[in-house]
């Protein structure tokens, strides 16, 4: 994709800081502590030419400065095989050059896997309000150019609904962040979370799920563990979600996941519920299990350089439904546009997947 030239859009950068306004000013001592974090002085906005496809990136991860220094071994140790110099190298710049390359209007940030809770329910509070502040204050500093999914403590549940207050009520982030599963494999469909996904479906929340590593520490040594275990993760936690009964209780929420949404389209007739008796079936999947997945959202990310997991995600998930990610640093977002673009689709349901699908779930960014 040949890059695209920047103008300024004064109209997006202006609904965007009304809507946020009130609630910085509340927090702006709090911030003034964040910004000196970022440490550059802030881009004016920028938007691409009409014509250009103005892409909206809802995978696109941050690695905020402290959160990384203090956390840096637990992090590297998620995921050996990654350097740690593709975590300490991240910085604003990094992701603004990107996105300015490859016609990438905005970049909804999120921190990846392992999160920000690591054992301590006081540490986890701790990691997730810094994470989230840093998230704010870059909202702050590039208008429009940033979104932010926040982070939640999980599985700390009253810190977690603590944070979530906070995250809407005074940050005003854009919505949610999660992990597929936390300690130790408790996916997000089991009891001890059904507090705060009651408190996301009150809040007609977007959550972002991304995987993690919740088993099976090192199955095939010569394979790196989120290879296998990532998209893994991410079918048992869409499969939990369905046959706990959270998607049929809990419908105001709007679940992104990650991936295509990992194996689970390969795996749809048999997750169909074949051995659950009539009543069962109808207090659990009334519509069937393939209808429930199709009310998810789903990322491109990584998928889309496989023809033939993009093919099923085209064959089985509404156009409406799927959502341009980039899995930024661990991809480019070069490389998830230009396949995107060699796929047999209308330019239309391109235009959808690139943005106007984003839009509904976050307006925040209409022009």
Known sequence: MKPQTA???????????????YSRRKVLAIMSTVGAGLAMSPRSFAQTIGGGP????????????????NNLKRIVDDAPDVPSSLYTGWTP??????????????????????????????EGRKN????????????????????????????????????????????????????????????????NFAPV???LNRRKAVVFVHPTVSCCSNPIPRVNIPSIEFPTDTTRTI????????????PNIRFIFSHGGGTILMLLSRLAGGGLKPEERAAT?????????????????????NPTAMLAVFNVIPKEHILFGSDIPFWTIEKIATAMNKFDISAGDLRKIQRENALQLVPCFKT
């Open 128 to 191: 997730a309000r810094g994470v989230n502040e840093y998230g704010a204050q870059l909202i702050k500093d590039y208008p429009g150019r940033f979104g932010m999914w926040g982070a939640i403590p999980l599985p700390d549940t009253d810190g977690s609904l603590r944070e979530i207050e906070y995250i809407f009520d005074v940050l005003k982030l854009d919505g949610i962040g999660l992990l597929s599963s936390y300690d130790s494999g408790k996916l997000l469909g089991h009891p």
């Open 54 to 69: 103005r892409i909206i990136d809802t995978h696109h991860h941050i690695y905020p400065p402290k959160h990384t220094a």
């Open 285 to 305: 999947i009334p519509n069937g299990f393939e209808h429930e997945v199709q009310k998810l959202y789903y990322d491109i990310a990584s998928v889309a350089v």
């Open 239 to 250: 499969t939990d979600l369905v046959y706990s009964g959270t998607l049929l209780r809990c």
């Open 7 to 21: 103008i300024p859009e004064r109209r997006i950068l202006n609904h965007c800081t009304e809507e946020r306004s």
């Open 197 to 199: 996904m009651d408190e």
């Open 93 to 122: 710049r990094y992701s603004l050059d990107q996105m300015d390359q490859n016609g990438v209007a905005t970049a909804i940030a999120s921190v990846s896997s392992p999160g920000v809770w690591f054992g301590n329910n006081e």
